[in-house]
C-alpha cells in the first residue's frame, strides 16, 4: 500500500526521519506550497521566497535520486491551499490511507496532522542532537532550568572542545573574553550573496504578486539550495569567526552583519546540520585559526542556546505562546512596522529588518525585544512581530527567545531576570547613539533617552515581583537613593511618554 511521506519547509534534509522510513519504490512524497501556512502570520517577503525555493530545489533533488513527489506549488489551481486539505488531496489521488512525517516546529501544524481522518505516524525529529524525552529527564525536578548547566551536559554528550571530561582551555564558558564593543572597519568580511537562479526567480515573481506584507522582497540574495549553505558555512569559519566573539553583542549603523555567521536560516530549514557546522567551527580553532573564545561561544549558541530552546517549547506545550506573567498589554507600537521614530537604535534595527530579514541576537534581546518589555506591550503580539519579520524565525526556536528570553512572559522559565536595561548599555555596544534625536546621557528632560525613563518605570511598577531577586536587587537600591523629586520626574516622564506611545503619536 502506499503511503505519503510528508515533508515540511523546514525539513528541507534528505535524512530526515520522516523519508528514512520510507520505501523509495512505492511511497509518495508531499509538499505543499499554501498559502494557510504563508498567511498564519505576515511573513516576511524574504522569507516566503527562502523557504518555497529551498522547497522547490530540494523536491528536484529528491526527484533525482529516486523519489515519487508529489508537489503542490502556490498557484496551481487544483491546490486547496491548506497542508491538511494536500495531504488528503493526495491519499484520494494514490489510493494512500497512511501518512508518515516527522514532528513538526510548530503546535498548530502537529495538531493539523493530528487530526487526519488518515492514519498517522509521527516520528520524532532527530535531526536535533537532543531530544523532547532527553530534555524533559534532564528537566524533571530541577527547581530552574538554566542554560549554562544545559550546556556542559551538551558538551559532554558530542565530545565538542573537551579534553577528555574536561573543558578545553579549562572552563566552560569564556564569555569574559567576549561581546566588546566594534568600530566601522571597511575590511571587514562580509558575508556571501547569492544571486538568484530561475527557480527563485519565479518565486520571488509569485510572492511579489500574491504578498502585501511588512518587508523589501528584492535584491534577494540568501543560499537556497545545501550546497549554498555550505558555501556560506565556509566562508564564515574562515574569515568571520575569528572576530565572532568579540564582535557578537556588537552594534553598528553602517554594519548590519558584523562578524555573524547568518547561517541560521540554513540550519532552521534542514540545510545544514547542527554537528557539522560545530565541527567545521571547532575544526578551526584545534588548527589554531580562531581563538578559543570566538569557537566556544559559536559553539554554545548551537548546542547549548538552540538545543535549550527547543527543549523549552517542547516540555511547556501548546499554550506556552499565551502566557503573559507581568500582565502586558500595551499594542505593539507602529514604529515595529516601519512607521517614524526619532529613537535611532529602533530606527536601524527596524530598517534593518525590513531589508534584508535579519538582525543579530542582541538588537533584537536588547533594542526591540529591551523596549516592548520596557514599555509593557502584549507579549502575544511582540511574538507575532518576531515570528513574522526574521527570516530564521520559526515557532519552535522564536517563541521561547521572545515570550520567554526577551519578554519574561514566562516568568523565568527560560530567563533568572527579565533583559531589560536603559540607553548606557546600547550606547556603549553601538553607535547608535550619535545620530539620535534624544541624548543618551539625560535621564530626564525633553531630550532624555526613553530607554533610561522606561527602565525605572518597568522596575517600579513591577518592584513586588523583581527587588527580592538577588540580580535585581541593586537597581532598587540605587533608585532609592535617588533624590526624591527626581524619582518623581522620572516616573511621570516615563507615564507622558508611554501616553504618547498608546495615542500613536510618534515618539
Not at 519504490?25 to 527562502?50: F, N
Not at 573537551?162 to 569574559?176: I, L, R
Not at 530598517?351 to 535579519?358: E, F, L
Request: proline share 6%; net charge negative; with cysteine.
Amino acid at each position: 500500500m502506499v503511503r505519503l511521506i510528508l515533508v515540511l519547509g523546514d525539513q528541507l534534509t534528505p535524512g530526515v526521519a520522516a523519508l528514512r522510513a520510507a520505501d523509495k519504490a512505492q511511497d509518495v512524497v508531499v509538499m505543499a506550497e499554501v498559502a494557510g501556512e504563508g498567511a498564519s502570520v505576515p511573513h516576511h517577503p524574504q522569507k516566503i521566497v527562502l523557504i518555497l525555493s529551498a522547497m522547490r530545489h530540494f523536491a528536484a533533488d529528491l526527484r533525482a535520486d529516486g523519489w515519487t513527489v508529489a508537489y503542490s506549488q502556490l498557484d496551481d489551481p487544483e491546490n486547496s491551499q491548506t497542508l491538511s486539505g494536500e495531504i488528503l488531496r493526495r491519499a484520494a489521488e494514490f489510493g494512500a490511507d497512511e501518512v508518515l512525517a516527522t514532528h513538526p516546529g510548530e503546535w498548530r501544524v502537529l495538531a493539523d496532522l493530528e487530526a487526519l481522518p488518515l492514519t498517522t505516524r509521527i516520528l520524532p525529529d532527530d535531526r536535533f542532537l537532543c531530544s523532547h524525552a532527553d530534555f524533559a529527564a534532564w528537566a524533571q525536578d530541577r527547581k530552574a532550568l538554566r542554560m549554562e548547566f544545559f550546556y556542559r551536559e551538551m558538551r559532554r554528550k558530542t565530545g565538542l572542545m573537551m579534553e577528555g571530561d574536561k573543558p578545553a582551555g579549562g572552563q566552560w564558558n569564556f564569555d569574559h573574553d567576549n561581546r566588546k564593543p566594534a568600530k566601522p572597519d571597511l575590511l571587514r568580511t562580509r558575508p556571501p550573496r547569492f544571486a538568484p537562479d530561475a527557480v527563485t526567480d519565479r518565486v520571488l515573481d509569485l510572492v511579489a504578486d500574491r504578498f502585501r506584507h511588512f518587508g523589501a522582497l528584492r535584491p534577494f540574495g540568501w543560499a537556497v539550495t545545501r550546497p549554498g549553505a555550505l558555501e556560506a558555512l565556509q566562508h564564515f569559519v574562515t574569515h568571520a569567526l575569528p572576530r565572532f566573539g568579540d564582535e557578537q553583542d556588537a552594534m553598528l549603523a553602517g554594519d548590519p552583519t558584523l562578524s555573524h555567521a547568518l547561517i541560521s536560516p540554513y540550519l532552521n530549514l534542514g540545510l545544514l546540520d547542527p554537528m557539522e557546522v560545530c565541527r567545521a567551527v571547532e575544526a578551526e580553532w584545534r588548527a589554531g585559526r580562531v581563538p578559543i573564545n570566538a569557537a566556544e561561544g559559536f559553539i554554545r549558541q548551537i548546542i547549548g542556546w538552540r538545543e535549550f530552546v527547543r527543549g523549552i517549547w517542547a516540555l511547556a506545550g501548546p499554550d506556552y505562546m499565551t502566557r503573559n506573567a507581568l500582565h502586558h498589554d500595551r499594542a505593539l507600537p507602529p514604529l515595529y512596522w516601519g512607521k517614524p521614530t526619532k529613537m535611532a537604535c529602533l530606527s536601524h534595527a527596524v530598517a534593518q529588518t525590513r531589508d534584508i530579514a535579519y538582525a543579530h541576537h542582541i538588537q533584537r534581546l536588547m533594542v526591540t525585544g529591551n523596549f516592548a518589555l520596557l514599555a509593557g506591550v502584549d507579549p502575544a503580539e511582540v511574538h507575532e512581530w518576531y515570528l513574522s519579520v526574521y527570516i530564521d524565525a520559526y515557532e519552535w526556536v522564536e517563541a521561547p527567545n521572545t515570550i520567554g528570553m526577551s519578554q519574561f512572559a514566562d516568568g523565568g522559565m527560560v530567563g533568572s531576570k527579565p533583559y531589560v536595561s536603559s540607553g548606557a548599555y546600547i550606547d556603549r555596544m553601538s553607535d547608535y547613539c550619535r545620530g539620535c534625536a534624544y541624548k543618551v546621557a539625560d535621564k530626564t528632560g525633553p531630550d532624555a533617552c526613553p530607554f533610561n525613563l522606561l527602565y525605572w518605570h518597568f522596575l517600579i511598577r513591577h518592584r513586588t515581583r523583581f527587588e527580592g531577586n538577588p540580580r535585581m536587587a541593586q537597581m532598587y537600591r540605587t533608585f532609592d537613593k535617588m533624590d526624591a523629586a527626581r524619582r518623581e520626574t522620572v516616573l511621570s516622564e516615563a507615564d507622558a511618554f508611554l501616553q504618547r506611545l498608546e495615542a500613536g503619536q510618534p515618539v
